[in-house]
C-alpha cells in the first residue's frame, strides 16, 4: 500500500523588526505561534508613507491686458475641483465656469493713464537697451509690441523710443546675415553671444522699417488727423535714420518710404522734409551706395509717372558728389600715382636689395595677418577709389539717361532743371551724344518768342492725358532762360572736353554758329528783362499788377538757379574769348554790348564792361576801328536786329558812341570802367 504524499504548507513569518540598540535575532521555524502575539499590525500601518495632493495645474490659456502684457490666470483648488467634478449636472458646472470669468475681467483704463504707462514703460525699456542692449535682447520684441497699439498717441511715443534706441545702438559696421554653416562652426562663447544680440538687432531694425513703412502709407489710406500725424512722425524717423545710419541694413526700404513720398501730389512739409534728406545724403556721401540706391529708386518713380513730378524732384541731382569727384581731367601724358603705392614701390625696391630671410613659420604667420587685415578693411566698410569710380559711374549714367527721355519727351515744366544738370556735367557727357544733344537744344530755341514770333510749334507732344495738372513751377516756365540755358550747355559741352579742336568737331558735325546768332538776336530782350539780375532764391515783392500770384515755395525749389545775367556772361565768355573768332563777329558783339549796356542795371553793366575789357585784351587789335571814325571801313549802316549771321549785320559800318553815354552814368564804377576800356584802346593804337 503506497503511502500518502504529505502536502506541503506555507511557512508564514513575522516580518524583522530592527530596533536601535537591538540586533537581528533569527526565528526559528516552530516558534512563531509563540511570537505572534507581539506583532503590532496597527504600528506597521501608521508608519507607511501617505499619499501627497498633487499640485494643481492651470488649464487656461494666458492672457493680453491693454497694456501689453502677457498675464496668466491662476485658478483656484475650489474652482478646479468644482470644474473637475462629475457629480453636479451641466447647468451648475456652467454657472460654476462662467462666473469667475466675469469677476476676472480687467476694469476699463482711462486713456491718460494707458498714455502715462506706456511711457514709463517706454523710457524703462529705452534706458535697459542704451545701459546694456546685449543683456537686454528682448527689449527690441517688447518696444515692437507696445508699437503695434490702435492708440496714436502711445505709437507715436514708440516710433520715437525706438528711433532714439536704434540710433544709439546700431553699430558702424553693416551686419551680414549668417550662412548655413554658420551654426556649425567651433566659437567661442562671447562670438555667439555677440552674434545673437546682432541678429536680434537685425530683426528687431527690420521690423521696425516695416512698421515705419507702414505707418508712412496710413495717412493715404485713412486721411484723418490721427493717421497723419503717425505718418508725419513715420517719415520723420525713416529721415532720420537715413541720414544717422545709411551704411546699415535696409537702407534701401528707408529710401523707398522716401521716395512714395516724393511721388505724391502733395507738396506739404513731409515732403520738403524727404527732400532736404535725399539732398543732404547725396551732399555727404563718401561712399557711393547711398547715392546709387537714391538716385535709381528715383528714375524709376519718374518713369512710372511719366516724369509728372516737381522740379524740385530733378534738381536733387544736382547735389551728387560724382560733380566734384569726377570732375578732375586725366592728363594724357602722364599717370598721376598715388604716393603711398610710390613708397610702398620704394620699400619693396629696399628689400629686395637685402634678402631677409624667413622661415616657414614666420610666412605663415605673416600670411594670416594679411588675411586679418583684409578682414579688417572689409569689416570698416572702407571703400577703394576704383570702386568708388565704378558706383559714380552708374549713378552719372543714370542721370543722363533720365535728362534724356525728358528732352525726348518735351516736359515744357522739367526743361531748365534738365538744361541746368546738363550745363553742370557738360565736362562728363561723352562725345557719342553731342550730335543728339545740340539738335535737342535747337529745338528748345526754335520755340523761344524770339525765333518763333507767332507761337507755333511750342506746344509739347506729350499727350493731354499725361500731362501734369499745372503747378506754380510749371505756370512760371520762362521760354527766354531756357533757350539761354540751351546756349551756354552747347558752349559748356565743347569748352568742357579736351582734344577736340575745329577738326574734331567738323568730324562730329558740331556747327555752333545757330547758337552764336541766337544770342546775338536775344541780347536786347535780355538787357530790357527786369529780372536779369534775380534768381529763384531771391526775396523779392509780389507784381501788384500781374494776373498771377507767385507761389512762394517756388523760391525754394531752385538748386544751383543761377542769375540770367551770369548765364549770358559765361554763354559771351564761351563766343568772344577764343583767339580764333573772325573780326566780324567780334566787332558785332562788342557793339551790341554797348547798346545793351545802356539799358542794363548797375552790376550787369559792370560786369559787361569787365567782359569787354578782356575781348579787347585778347583781340584789341582788331575791333580797334570802332573807336576811330578815320579808320572806319564799312559802308552802310549797323543792322542791330540783322536776322542772318552775324557777320552779315556791318558792324565796322558805326562806331560805340554809346561809351559817351555810358561817360555821364550815375554809377562812378561805370565811369570808370568806360574809361578803363578807352585806355586799353589807346594803348593797343
Same mark, same amino acid.
Given at each position: 500500500?503506497?503511502?500518502?504524499?504529505?502536502?506541503?504548507?506555507?511557512?508564514?513569518?513575522?516580518?524583522?523588526?530592527?530596533?536601535?540598540?537591538?540586533?537581528?535575532?533569527?526565528?526559528?521555524?516552530?516558534?512563531?505561534?509563540?511570537?505572534?502575539?507581539?506583532?503590532?499590525?496597527?504600528?506597521?500601518?501608521?508608519?507607511?508613507?501617505?499619499?501627497?495632493?498633487?499640485?494643481?495645474?492651470?488649464?487656461?490659456?494666458?492672457?493680453?491686458?491693454?497694456?501689453?502684457?502677457?498675464?496668466?490666470?491662476?485658478?483656484?483648488?475650489?474652482?478646479?475641483?468644482?470644474?473637475?467634478?462629475?457629480?453636479?449636472?451641466?447647468?451648475?458646472?456652467?454657472?460654476?465656469?462662467?462666473?469667475?470669468?466675469?469677476?476676472?475681467?480687467?476694469?476699463?483704463?482711462?486713456?491718460?493713464?494707458?498714455?502715462?504707462?506706456?511711457?514709463?514703460?517706454?523710457?524703462?525699456?529705452?534706458?535697459?537697451?542704451?545701459?546694456?542692449?546685449?543683456?537686454?535682447?528682448?527689449?527690441?520684441?517688447?518696444?515692437?509690441?507696445?508699437?503695434?497699439?490702435?492708440?496714436?498717441?502711445?505709437?507715436?511715443?514708440?516710433?520715437?523710443?525706438?528711433?532714439?534706441?536704434?540710433?544709439?545702438?546700431?553699430?558702424?559696421?553693416?551686419?551680414?546675415?549668417?550662412?548655413?554653416?554658420?551654426? %556649425? @562652426?567651433? =566659437?567661442?562663447?562671447?562670438?555667439?553671444? !555677440? /552674434?545673437?544680440?546682432?541678429?536680434?538687432?537685425?530683426? +528687431?531694425? *527690420? $521690423?521696425?522699417?516695416?512698421?515705419?513703412?507702414?505707418?508712412?502709407?496710413?495717412?493715404?489710406?485713412?486721411?484723418?488727423?490721427?493717421?497723419?500725424?503717425?505718418?508725419?512722425?513715420?517719415?520723420?524717423?525713416?529721415?532720420?535714420?537715413?541720414?544717422?545710419?545709411?551704411?546699415?541694413?535696409?537702407?534701401?526700404?528707408?529710401?523707398?518710404?522716401?521716395?512714395?513720398?516724393?511721388?505724391?501730389?502733395?507738396?506739404?512739409?513731409?515732403?520738403?522734409?524727404?527732400?532736404?534728406?535725399?539732398?543732404?545724403?547725396?551732399?555727404?556721401?563718401?561712399?557711393?551706395?547711398?547715392?546709387?540706391?537714391?538716385?535709381?529708386?528715383?528714375?524709376?518713380?519718374?518713369?512710372?509717372?511719366?516724369?509728372?513730378? %516737381? @522740379?524740385? =524732384?530733378?534738381?536733387?541731382?544736382?547735389? !551728387? /558728389?560724382?560733380?566734384?569727384?569726377?570732375?578732375?581731367? +586725366?592728363? *594724357? $601724358?602722364?599717370?598721376?600715382?598715388?604716393?603711398?603705392?610710390?613708397?610702398?614701390?620704394?620699400?619693396?625696391?629696399?628689400?629686395?636689395?637685402?634678402?631677409?630671410?624667413?622661415?616657414?613659420?614666420?610666412?605663415?604667420?605673416?600670411?594670416?595677418?594679411?588675411?586679418?587685415?583684409?578682414?579688417?578693411?572689409?569689416?570698416?566698410?572702407?571703400?577703394?577709389?576704383?570702386?568708388?569710380?565704378?558706383?559714380?559711374?552708374?549713378?552719372?549714367?543714370?542721370?543722363?539717361?533720365?535728362?534724356?527721355?525728358?528732352?525726348?519727351?518735351?516736359?515744357?515744366?522739367?526743361?531748365?532743371?534738365?538744361?541746368?544738370?546738363?550745363?553742370?556735367?557738360?565736362?562728363?557727357?561723352?562725345?557719342?551724344?553731342?550730335? %543728339?544733344?545740340?539738335?535737342?537744344?535747337?529745338?528748345?530755341?526754335?520755340?523761344?518768342?524770339?525765333?518763333?514770333?507767332?507761337?507755333?510749334?511750342?506746344?509739347?507732344?506729350?499727350?493731354?492725358?499725361?500731362?501734369?495738372?499745372?503747378?506754380?513751377?510749371?505756370?512760371?516756365?520762362?521760354?527766354?532762360?531756357?533757350?539761354?540755358?540751351?546756349?551756354?550747355?552747347?558752349?559748356?559741352?565743347?569748352?568742357?572736353?579736351?582734344?577736340?579742336?575745329?577738326?574734331?568737331?567738323?568730324?562730329?558735325?558740331?556747327?555752333?554758329?545757330?547758337?552764336?546768332?541766337?544770342?546775338?538776336?536775344?541780347?536786347?530782350?535780355?538787357?530790357?528783362?527786369?529780372?536779369?539780375?534775380?534768381?529763384?532764391?531771391?526775396?523779392?515783392?509780389?507784381?501788384?499788377?500781374?494776373?498771377?500770384?507767385?507761389?512762394?515755395?517756388?523760391?525754394?525749389?531752385?538748386?544751383?538757379?543761377?542769375?540770367?545775367?551770369?548765364?549770358?556772361?559765361?554763354?559771351?565768355?564761351?563766343?568772344?574769348?577764343?583767339?580764333?573768332?573772325?573780326?566780324?563777329?567780334?566787332?558785332?558783339?562788342?557793339?551790341?554790348?554797348?547798346?545793351?549796356?545802356?539799358?542794363?542795371?548797375?552790376?550787369?553793366?559792370?560786369?559787361?564792361?569787365?567782359?569787354?575789357?578782356?575781348?579787347?585784351?585778347?583781340?584789341?587789335?582788331?575791333?580797334?576801328?570802332?573807336?576811330?571814325?578815320?579808320?572806319?571801313?564799312?559802308?552802310?549802316?549797323?543792322?542791330?536786329?540783322?536776322?542772318?549771321?552775324?557777320?552779315?549785320?556791318?558792324?565796322?559800318?558805326?562806331?560805340?558812341?554809346?561809351?559817351?553815354?555810358?561817360?555821364?552814368?550815375?554809377?562812378?564804377?561805370?565811369?570808370?570802367?568806360?574809361?578803363?576800356?578807352?585806355?586799353?584802346?589807346?594803348?593797343?593804337?
Amino acid at each position: 500500500m503506497a503511502v500518502a504524499r504529505a502536502v506541503k504548507r506555507r511557512r508564514l513569518s513575522p516580518p524583522e523588526i530592527i530596533t536601535k540598540g537591538s540586533s537581528v535575532e533569527s526565528i526559528g521555524p516552530n516558534d512563531y505561534l509563540s511570537r505572534a502575539a507581539g506583532w503590532n499590525l496597527e504600528q506597521e500601518y501608521e508608519q507607511r508613507l501617505r499619499k501627497q495632493k498633487k499640485d494643481v495645474e492651470s488649464t487656461r490659456l494666458p492672457i493680453k491686458t491693454a497694456e501689453g502684457r502677457i498675464e496668466r490666470i491662476l485658478v483656484s483648488e475650489k474652482e478646479s475641483e468644482t470644474e473637475d467634478s462629475f457629480l453636479g449636472s451641466g447647468n451648475e458646472s456652467e454657472s460654476n465656469v462662467d462666473g469667475p470669468m466675469l469677476e476676472e475681467k480687467p476694469p476699463d483704463v482711462p486713456l491718460r493713464q494707458q498714455i502715462v504707462e506706456a511711457r514709463e514703460e517706454l523710457a524703462r525699456i529705452g534706458t535697459l537697451l542704451s545701459q546694456d542692449p546685449e543683456e537686454h535682447m528682448s527689449g527690441f520684441r517688447k518696444l515692437a509690441g507696445i508699437s503695434a497699439s490702435t492708440n496714436p498717441i502711445i505709437k507715436r511715443l514708440a516710433l520715437a523710443t525706438q528711433l532714439a534706441v536704434y540710433k544709439d545702438v546700431i553699430p558702424g559696421y553693416r551686419i551680414r546675415p549668417l550662412g548655413e554653416t554658420s551654426n %556649425d @562652426e567651433k =566659437i567661442s562663447k562671447d562670438v555667439r553671444r !555677440l /552674434r545673437s544680440y546682432e541678429q536680434a538687432l537685425v530683426s +528687431g531694425y *527690420q $521690423n521696425y522699417v516695416k512698421e515705419l513703412a507702414k505707418s508712412a502709407k496710413a495717412s493715404s489710406d485713412s486721411p484723418s488727423g490721427a493717421a497723419t500725424s503717425v505718418s508725419s512722425v513715420a517719415v520723420s524717423c525713416a529721415c532720420t535714420l537715413l541720414l544717422a545710419v545709411p551704411h546699415f541694413n535696409f537702407r534701401s526700404e528707408l529710401v523707398k518710404i522716401l521716395i512714395d513720398k516724393l511721388s505724391s501730389k502733395n507738396r506739404d512739409d513731409d515732403f520738403t522734409k524727404c527732400l532736404e534728406t535725399l539732398e543732404k545724403l547725396f551732399r555727404d556721401d563718401e561712399d557711393g551706395n547711398p547715392s546709387l540706391d537714391g538716385v535709381s529708386q528715383l528714375t524709376k518713380m519718374m518713369k512710372a509717372r511719366h516724369y509728372r513730378i %516737381d @522740379e524740385s =524732384i530733378l534738381n536733387t541731382f544736382l547735389h !551728387l /558728389r560724382l560733380l566734384s569727384e569726377l570732375s578732375s581731367r +586725366g592728363s *594724357q $601724358n602722364r599717370i598721376d600715382k598715388n604716393p603711398s603705392s610710390d613708397s610702398t614701390a620704394n620699400s619693396r625696391k629696399a628689400k629686395s636689395s637685402k634678402f631677409e630671410f624667413r622661415t616657414k613659420k614666420h610666412r605663415k604667420l605673416l600670411k594670416e595677418r594679411k588675411a586679418v587685415e583684409k578682414e579688417f578693411a572689409e569689416a570698416s566698410a572702407i571703400v577703394s577709389h576704383e570702386e568708388r569710380q565704378r558706383l559714380q559711374s552708374e549713378t552719372l549714367k543714370l542721370v543722363f539717361i533720365t535728362y534724356f527721355r525728358i528732352l525726348k519727351a518735351r516736359v515744357p515744366s522739367l526743361t531748365g532743371a534738365v538744361l541746368e544738370g546738363l550745363a553742370k556735367y557738360a565736362h562728363l557727357i561723352n562725345q557719342d551724344f553731342f550730335g %543728339d544733344l545740340l539738335e535737342a537744344f535747337k529745338d528748345i530755341i526754335s520755340k523761344s518768342p524770339i525765333d518763333n514770333p507767332s507761337g507755333e510749334g511750342g506746344e509739347s507732344p506729350i499727350d493731354e492725358s499725361n500731362q501734369q495738372p499745372p503747378s506754380s513751377s510749371s505756370s512760371q516756365h520762362d521760354p527766354l532762360r531756357s533757350s539761354l540755358l540751351s546756349t551756354t550747355t552747347a558752349f559748356a559741352l565743347l569748352s568742357g572736353q579736351e582734344g577736340i579742336d575745329r577738326s574734331t568737331a567738323s568730324s562730329l558735325n558740331l556747327d555752333l554758329t545757330f547758337f552764336t546768332t541766337h544770342l546775338f538776336r536775344s541780347l536786347h530782350s535780355y538787357a530790357l528783362n527786369p529780372d536779369i539780375e534775380l534768381s529763384g532764391k531771391s526775396l523779392r515783392l509780389p507784381d501788384p499788377y500781374s494776373s498771377t500770384s507767385p507761389d512762394p515755395s517756388t523760391t525754394s525749389n531752385k538748386v544751383n538757379y543761377k542769375t540770367p545775367s551770369v548765364l549770358l556772361l559765361r554763354a559771351l565768355s564761351s563766343i568772344l574769348l577764343p583767339r580764333s573768332v573772325s573780326p566780324l563777329r567780334v566787332a558785332a558783339f562788342v557793339k551790341q554790348l554797348y547798346i545793351c549796356s545802356l539799358h542794363l542795371p548797375e552790376k550787369s553793366t559792370q560786369a559787361v564792361l569787365a567782359l569787354l575789357s578782356q575781348v579787347l585784351k585778347v583781340h584789341g587789335r582788331k575791333v580797334a576801328a570802332l573807336w576811330n571814325t578815320e579808320e572806319r571801313k564799312g559802308d552802310g549802316v549797323f543792322d542791330a536786329l540783322y536776322t542772318g549771321d552775324v557777320e552779315g549785320s556791318n558792324p565796322f559800318a558805326s562806331t560805340v558812341w554809346e561809351g559817351e553815354l555810358l561817360r555821364c552814368h550815375y554809377v562812378p564804377a561805370v565811369r570808370e570802367g568806360v574809361r578803363g576800356l578807352e585806355r586799353v584802346v589807346r594803348e593797343i593804337k
